[in-house]
Structure formats: structure tokens, C-alpha cells
């Protein structure tokens, strides 16, 4: 089971990136695949999730209304297209997978924690310079 991030760089504050995550070894339909991201001198955030089960969607408040995450099945990727951004959105990026709970009434959710993520992939470059 792997996960390769890709997609990073530098860009100009109101510029746009499209994070990829590639998934091997195992198919994302039965799992949660959350971006998380760190800065310097940060803890690591959740940035956005995708839950394999419904197709539902995650986002932290600080991203709403400018990252989508989507993912395309047929390539078994994940990705995070980031518009709108801002100097504060600059960190390495990384995303996870984990296989999503479900509860007795049959609901899943993405887990919220990073020590809820089973597999992880080596983290991408973000820069938005101002």
C-alpha cells in the first residue's frame, strides 16, 4: 500500500495549485483519504477529507470556498485543487488513508486525526508568497 503526493510549488498569493494523490496497492472506494498539511513551528492540520463510502467531503474552515478535493476512480487518485492562495497556506502537504468507520446505523465518516491515518504519502511543497 502506497501513497505518492505530488503537485506542489511556489506561487503568487491568489494563485492556484492541484495537489495529486496516488493511491497503489489498494482501491480507494473502501477508504478515507484526508490532505493534511504542516508549516514550520506548526502542528499538523486536516486540511480536507474524501470519504470513499458516500463520496462526502470534508474541509478545515480555513479553506472552505477555495480547495475542492475530488477523486477520480478510474485513476484511483485523490486530489486537491487549491484556488485562492494565501501566504498562510504555505506548508508541506501530505495526504492519508485510512478505511473509514461505520457506525451500527450503517453511517461513515473520515476520521479526524492524524493517528487515525494508517498510510501516508512523503508530503509535497507548498509556497505562496505575497
Known amino acids: 500500500v502506497q501513497l505518492q503526493a505530488s503537485g506542489g510549488g511556489l506561487v503568487q498569493t491568489g494563485g492556484s495549485l492541484r495537489l495529486s494523490c496516488a493511491a497503489s496497492g489498494f482501491t480507494l472506494d473502501y477508504y478515507a483519504i484526508r490532505w493534511f498539511r504542516q508549516a514550520p513551528g506548526k502542528e499538523r492540520e486536516g486540511v480536507s477529507c474524501f470519504n470513499g463510502s458516500d463520496g462526502s467531503t470534508y474541509y478545515a474552515e480555513s479553506v472552505k470556498g477555495r480547495f475542492t478535493i475530488s477523486r477520480d476512480n478510474a485513476k484511483n487518485m485523490v486530489y486537491l485543487q487549491m484556488n485562492s492562495l494565501k501566504p498562510e497556506d504555505t506548508a508541506v502537504y501530505y495526504c492519508?488513508?485510512?478505511?473509514?468507520?461505520?457506525?451500527?446505523?450503517?453511517?461513515?465518516?473520515?476520521?479526524?486525526?492524524?493517528?487515525?491515518?494508517?498510510?501516508w504519502g512523503q508530503g509535497t511543497q507548498v509556497t505562496v508568497s505575497s
Open positions: 492519508a488513508a485510512t478505511t473509514y468507520p461505520v457506525d451500527g446505523y450503517g453511517n461513515s465518516w473520515c476520521p479526524s486525526t492524524e493517528y487515525e491515518y494508517d498510510y
